[in-house]
């Protein structure tokens, strides 16, 4: 027993948008735990050139593919992580051999051997190039002296990431 008129559902309110959103953020940032890991040497350039910061979420047990930048564990000092590039793995998926792109500078797979896939901790999804920019004539260290000191290092695994030199 209708009135005749067309009976619309009410519409989602901006607070429900907004709560809905949140939700997902709140879930992707569990589920991958994104953070930032500052790049130190030369063994990444010019892709990552020292001082630039790198946002990394973590592997958790996925593998990575060929041609990833990754965050792993040194094989022989685990208080040191590197950042490098995937260059092959084995067929089970078990073990990766790991490269700089700067050959000349790079302390990686040829010097270390394979690298175990548990020793691989996260993976590089976005690059912020080094600030400020080189093309401004600014020493960036000057400017962490006058600002009482460089940003703070990342703390744990995957965040305070290191790049190894003989």
Same mark, same amino acid.
């Given at each position: 027993?209708?009135?005749?008129? &067309?009976?619309?559902?009410?519409?989602?309110?901006?607070?429900?948008?907004?709560?809905? @959103?949140? @939700? !997902?953020?709140?879930?992707?940032?569990?589920?991958?735990?994104?953070?930032?890991? #500052?790049?130190?040497?030369?063994?990444? =350039?010019?892709?990552?050139?020292?001082?630039?910061?790198?946002?990394? %979420?973590?592997?958790?047990?996925?593998?990575?593919?060929?041609? =990833? !930048? !990754?965050?792993?564990? /040194? &094989? @022989?000092?685990?208080?040191?992580?590197?950042?490098?590039?995937?260059? =092959?793995? %084995? &067929? $089970?998926?078990? /073990?990766?051999?790991?490269?700089? $792109?700067?050959?000349? /500078?790079? %302390? $990686?797979?040829? !010097?270390?051997?394979?690298?175990?896939?548990?020793?691989?901790?996260?993976?590089? #999804?976005?690059?912020?190039?080094?600030?400020?920019? #080189?093309?401004?004539?600014?020493?960036?260290?000057?400017?962490? =002296?006058?600002?009482?000191?460089? &940003?703070?290092?990342?703390?744990?695994?995957?965040?305070?990431?290191? $790049?190894?030199?003989?």
């Amino acid at each position: 027993m209708g009135s005749g008129k &067309p009976v619309r559902p009410k519409r989602a309110g901006p607070w429900r948008v907004w709560a809905a @959103a949140s @939700a !997902v953020l709140v879930g992707w940032v569990w589920r991958w735990g994104p953070s930032w890991v #500052r790049v130190e040497g030369e063994s990444m =350039a010019p892709l990552l050139p020292p001082g630039c910061w790198v946002m990394v %979420t973590r592997v958790r047990g996925r593998g990575c593919p060929l041609g =990833a !930048v !990754v965050v792993a564990g /040194h &094989p @022989a000092r685990p208080e040191i992580e590197m950042i490098k590039r995937v260059v =092959a793995r %084995t &067929p $089970d998926g078990m /073990h990766y051999w790991l490269g700089g $792109d700067d050959r000349v /500078h790079s %302390t $990686d797979s040829d !010097v270390l051997g394979p690298v175990g896939a548990a020793a691989l901790s996260a993976r590089a #999804r976005l690059r912020l190039l080094p600030w400020p920019p #080189r093309w401004l004539g600014v020493d960036p260290g000057a400017i962490g =002296a006058r600002t009482g000191g460089a &940003p703070p290092e990342v703390g744990g695994r995957a965040r305070g990431a290191r $790049d190894l030199r003989p």
